[in-house]
């Protein structure tokens, strides 16, 4: 792999997040990256623990004079979220991502970067592969799938840590010291179609340009979710046309809100130019609404051949109109505590459906936990009473603010030392693994720190070289003094 960062290194921060970077790790894919990481400790004899999960463990000794000082882990993930433009021919799977350097942001090539969570991974190697950083005894843990649910942090095995203290790598803004997250869970709806074969001519409708992004920190940014604009667009059209449904794909991944939809119908050939020219007319009043937030919207629509397709009978078409447009999404519930905080909300971040199947993957978080509950038990509800099947998978406690933590106060000292400014304390509605393992380590005082990061969970993603630069100094001056 070219060394694209090596322009720009500092103190080997981005020698590693480029090494990392050659390493597909997807969620459910972390065999290689925990691989990489385990001869990594096994190169500089560090003492280092894999288990079933892929969870690696890598402990370092304090540094001379630190020995009776109470250690820190540092953690993250290994695993980031793969989102690519509908262009792109990126294979997740196999292909090194294609990094780029535009002015003071690291990015990749129509996909994700993967700063979120590579950026923890990197740090801490930088860290424990040199020896002139003052320390106490630090113990390294990086998980594995936590953007599917927490998983690996949800199967650690915790007895060989011995922290006091935990600084967790996954926040997305300099000026932010983050103390507390939401817990969340996904869930999923499946249903069975019922199919018929359909004579007529197959229009293809495309949903691109929407923003997408990270379904908690973006909650309150007014994005559009692009199987509910199509589900919009699909009632909309059925008030003029007689047409069958036969397929709609839309999102990659149910904690980031879908950017993009395809959807294939199947309508009479003397109407197929008229439908054509409806949906662009729909195009333009969309448009019109969403043109602060999404200006780049657009849908392209495409006239295939006549042909008899296999699609959707209407019943269940309507089951999945009824499913999408009547199912909550978005915030539901905003913090009476914490001004400006979303307590509540929900993402539709999967929709896949065939004349055989439907399914859909939500993202379901909130701040309290019997809340969360209540927005699992109203899609349970609503999908049994449409005739299908639910499941919860990944589900994950939240980190509750803790009123006296000395970390945060040594972290709040040296941010203001370092940047001359007040950071800014914030409780996130997102998913972090403090909440987990607070739960197993009763008593580990907390905080989550990262550098500038944007539009995390999109092609768009980017990094701050200056801001990367900027947090791991603050980071290794906070170390020296713990």
């Known amino acids: 792999m070219a060394e694209v960062l090596s322009s720009i290194d500092y103190k080997k ?8 970077s050659s390493v597909p790790r997807g969620s459910r894919n ?3 990256i925990s691989d990489y990481l385990v001869q990594f400790a096994k190169d500089r004899g560090l003492y280092y623990e894999q288990d079933e999960m892929l969870n690696v463990i890598i402990i370092k000794d304090a540094t001379p004079g630190y020995e009776d000082h109470d250690a820190v882990i540092l953690q993250g993930h290994m695993d980031m979220v793969c989102i690519k433009e509908p262009d792109s021919d990126h294979d997740f799977e196999k292909d090194p991502l294609k990094l780029s350097i535009d002015g003071d942001f690291i990015k990749a090539d129509r996909t994700s970067l993967g700063g979120d969570n590579g950026i923890a991974i990197a740090y801490a190697l930088a860290i424990l592969d040199s020896d002139e950083y003052a320390h106490p005894r630090l113990e390294v843990v990086i998980t594995t799938d936590e953007e599917i649910g927490l998983l690996g942090a949800t199967a650690l095995d915790t007895k060989s840590l011995k922290a006091k203290y935990m600084i967790n790598i996954d926040s997305e803004e300099e000026s932010n010291i983050t103390v507390g997250c939401a817990g969340g869970m996904t869930s999923i709806s499946e249903f069975t179609m019922k199919e018929e074969k359909v004579t007529g001519v197959k229009v293809t409708c495309q ?3 929407l923003r997408g992004g990270h379904s908690g ?8 979710n692009a199987t509910i604009l199509v589900a919009r667009m699909m009632d909309d059209l059925r008030k003029e046309f007689t047409f069958s449904l036969a397929s709609l794909m839309s999102g990659e991944k149910d904690n980031a809100i879908p950017s993009a939809s395809d959807v294939e119908f199947v309508v009479a050939e003397q109407d197929a130019e008229a439908f054509a020219q409806k949906i662009t007319a729909l195009n333009n009043v969309y448009a019109a609404e969403i043109k602060t937030p999404e200006p ?11 042909g008899t397709y296999e699609c959707l009978t209407k019943e269940s078409f309507d089951q999945v109109i009824l499913y999408i447009l009547f199912q909550p999404n978005g915030i539901q519930t905003m913090s009476a505590d914490i001004e400006g905080l979303v307590e509540s909300s929900l993402n539709l971040g ?4 065939t004349p055989k199947t439907a399914v859909f993957s939500y993202s379901v978080r909130s701040s309290v936990a019997t809340y969360k509950a209540f927005l699992s038990n109203k899609i349970k509800m609503f999908t049994e009473f449409l005739g299908g099947t639910y499941r919860v998978e990944g589900e994950y406690p939240g980190w509750e603010y803790r009123q006296d933590s000395k970390l945060r106060d040594i972290f709040v000292k040296h941010y203001k030392e370092e940047f001359n400014r007040e950071p800014v304390i914030e409780v996130i509605h997102a998913g972090l693994e403090c909440g987990i393992l607070a739960d197993k380590m009763p008593g580990l005082d907390m905080v989550s720190i990262g550098p500038d990061m944007f539009d995390v969970h999109t092609p768009m993603e980017r990094l701050s070289i200056s801001s990367t630069k900027r947090m791991f100094d603050y980071l290794v001056t906070v170390l020296k003094e713990l």
């Open 13 to 20: 921060i981005f020698h590693f997040f480029e090494e990392i």
């Open 30 to 32: 972390n065999k290689g």
């Open 207 to 209: 949903v691109r340009g």
């Open 217 to 224: 920190v973006d909650a309150k940014k007014h994005r559009t």
């Open 296 to 306: 780049d919207f657009k849908v392209v629509v495409t006239k295939g051949d006549k």
């Open 350 to 353: 999967i929709c896949k459906v």
